[in-house]
């Protein structure tokens, strides 16, 4: 009974959902939806709790032991509980000030840091990855150059201006990449639906400390 209770209160609770999803105004349904969305965000935030203090448990850790990197650590726990405590006691909702201030100074400038060294991770990937070696590399490599050259302002200024490759970079974003990333999303989608099903009907409850049937 220890399983099948919390098997039983998922599913009960996941057919209210779904249900409450796609057929609104029913007033039940609407006052269900409603209690689940608290009651995830009150999980949520005890999610964010628990991770918070294993963070701090394992960072602590490696600062007590002076191992490689302890200084990051430390920048880590002062940034971590400096943003909790600024949440919870100063900005106490997302209108205030100091939030729009805390990620034009620091969130946004991070983050242009990160993906600018991301770069030079990826002209290192596609350097491997436009080595002709077979017909699929010869096709990447040919669709890279168009997109590179209709797309970037110097590709455009070395042919003059002329809009036959940027129309082609244009249909390639617009059809093969838009029919791609599509093909991915309903993949995704129907892999997350497949989980929430396993999940739902007691296949998969590895989230109550068992192994998948």
Not at 100 to 123: D, E
Not at 136 to 155: N, Q, W, Y
């Amino acid at each position: 009974m220890k399983k099948e209770i919390p098997v039983a209160i998922t599913l009960i609770l996941a057919i209210l959902y779904v249900a409450a999803n796609y057929f609104t105004g029913v007033g039940f349904l609407d006052a269900a939806k409603e209690r689940l969305d608290r009651w995830y965000l009150v999980v949520a935030a005890w999610a964010v709790l628990v991770g918070s203090i294993n963070l701090s448990q394992i960072h602590g850790r490696r600062i007590s032991q002076r191992r490689e990197g302890w200084v990051f650590s430390v920048w880590l726990l002062i940034c971590l509980f400096g943003m909790m405590f600024f949440g919870i006691f100063i900005a106490k909702n997302a209108s205030h000030p100091g939030w729009t201030f805390m990620y034009n100074q620091l969130i946004a400038p991070m983050n242009a840091t990160v993906y600018s060294t991301i770069v030079f991770y990826i002209g290192s990937a596609a350097y491997r990855a436009f080595r002709v070696r077979s017909p699929e590399a010869s096709v990447l490599l040919i669709t890279a150059l168009i997109m590179m050259l209709g797309r970037v302002p110097l590709g455009r200024m070395l042919l003059g201006g002329h809009p036959a490759l940027s129309q082609m970079a244009d249909w390639i974003l617009n059809v093969p990449n838009a029919a791609g990333m599509r093909g991915i999303q309903i993949g995704a989608c129907l892999g997350g639906v497949a989980t929430a099903l396993r999940i739902a009907l007691g296949i998969e409850r590895g989230h109550l400390g068992g192994t998948s049937e």
